[in-house]
C-alpha cells in the first residue's frame, strides 16, 4: 500500500484489526524484516509497517534528513490513521524515532506504550582510536579532493571512504550520507527520563552495533522501564532469538 505524507508516496504494509501498533525498522533495512512480529501483533492489535523515507519502497527525501525531519514525517504518518493512542516499536534507528514520538510535546496523538529493540540513540563514548580515524578520514579526504590528486587518482576519494567508513555509509547515496551523519550525532540520552509511556527495551546481548550497556543506560534511565536480554543474539535480536522475542511481545502486549 503506499500513503502520501509530504508528497512522499510511502510504502506501508497494515494487517489485523484493533489498536494501531508501529513498527518501526532500523537503518538501511525496511519493514520486511517486522513481517513474523507483525502476523503475531495483527492477533490483537492493527500491525502498521512501513519503509521509512529512503529505505525499501519509500523514496529518500529530497534534502538530508536530521530526526526533527523523522519525528515530523512519522508523526504526520501515525496521524493519518486518526488514533489518540498508539504503541510503537522501533529497531535501531527506527527505536530513535520511537524516543522522540514518546517525548515530543504537542503531538495529535500519545504513545501508551513503547518497545524498543537494540535502539539507537546513546552516542557512544569516543575514545582516542576514534578521533585518530576521524582526523585521518578528514585530512585524506582534503588531499584527494584536490584538483592534482583528483586528475593522479579519478577514483581515489571513492575507493578511501569505501575502506574508511561503514557498511551503512558506503552503501548510501549521497542524502542519506549525510543524513546518517546527522541522525548518529543526535544525543538523545536527555530525553530518557521524560518518557512517560510503559516502555519495555529488548536486547541482544552480544549486540555489537549498539551494545547491551546502552540498554542498561535506557532501563535506568526511563522511568518504570523494563530490559529482557536475549542470549546468543545480536543486533538483530527478533531475528537471532524469534520465538523468545515472540514470547516477550505476547506478555508485553497480553496478546493471547
Excluded at 516499536?89 to 510535546?105: C, D, K, N
Excluded at 583528483?150 to 548510501?172: E, H, R, V
Excluded at 551523519?181 to 543526535?186: D, Q, R, T
Excluded at 530490559?227 to 506478555?251: M, T
Amino acid at each position: 500500500m503506499k500513503k502520501s505524507v509530504d508528497k512522499l508516496d510511502v510504502h506501508y504494509q497494515l494487517l489485523g484489526q484493533g489498536p494501531p501498533v508501529f513498527l518501526l525498522h532500523g537503518w538501511g533495512s525496511n519493514l520486511s524484516l517486522f513481517s513474523a512480529i507483525a502476523e503475531v501483533i495483527s492477533q490483537k492489535y492493527t500491525a502498521i509497517s512501513l519503509d521509512l523515507p529512503g529505505f525499501g519502497q519509500s523514496p529518500e527525501p529530497d534534502q538530508p534528513w536530521g530526526m526533527d525531519e523523522y519525528l515530523e514525517f512519522t508523526a504526520k504518518f501515525i496521524d493519518c490513521f486518526e488514533a489518540e493512542s498508539v504503541i510503537v516499536l522501533g529497531h535501531s534507528h527506527g527505536g530513535r524515532i520511537g524516543i522522540r514520538l514518546a517525548t515530543e510535546v504537542g503531538l495529535p496523538f500519545t504513545v501508551s506504550k513503547l518497545i524498543l529493540v537494540d535502539s539507537a540513540g546513546i552516542i557512544p563514548k569516543r575514545g582516542f582510536g576514534y578521533h585518530l580515524k576521524v582526523r585521518t578520514y578528514k585530512v585524506g579526504k582534503a588531499i584527494l579532493k584536490s584538483v592534482l590528486v583528483a586528475k593522479l587518482f579519478p577514483n581515489g576519494l571513492a575507493s578511501f571512504q569505501k575502506k574508511m567508513g561503514s557498511s551503512d555509509y558506503t552503501q548510501a547515496s549521497p542524502t542519506m550520507r549525510a543524513s546518517l551523519v546527522k541522525v548518529v550525532n543526535a544525543d538523545l540520552e536527555p530525553l530518557l527520563s521524560k518518557i512517560t509511556a510503559e516502555t519495555l527495551l529488548i536486547w541482544g546481548e552480544n549486540d555489537d552495533e549498539t551494545p547491551l550497556k546502552d540498554g542498561q543506560l535506557m532501563e535506568q534511565a526511563i522511568p518504570g522501564a523494563g530490559l529482557v536480554v536475549l542470549p546468543n543474539a545480536g543486533h538483530y535480536s527478533f531475528l537471532d532469538q524469534a520465538f523468545r522475542f515472540r514470547r516477550v511481545i505476547e506478555s508485553f502486549l497480553d496478546i493471547p
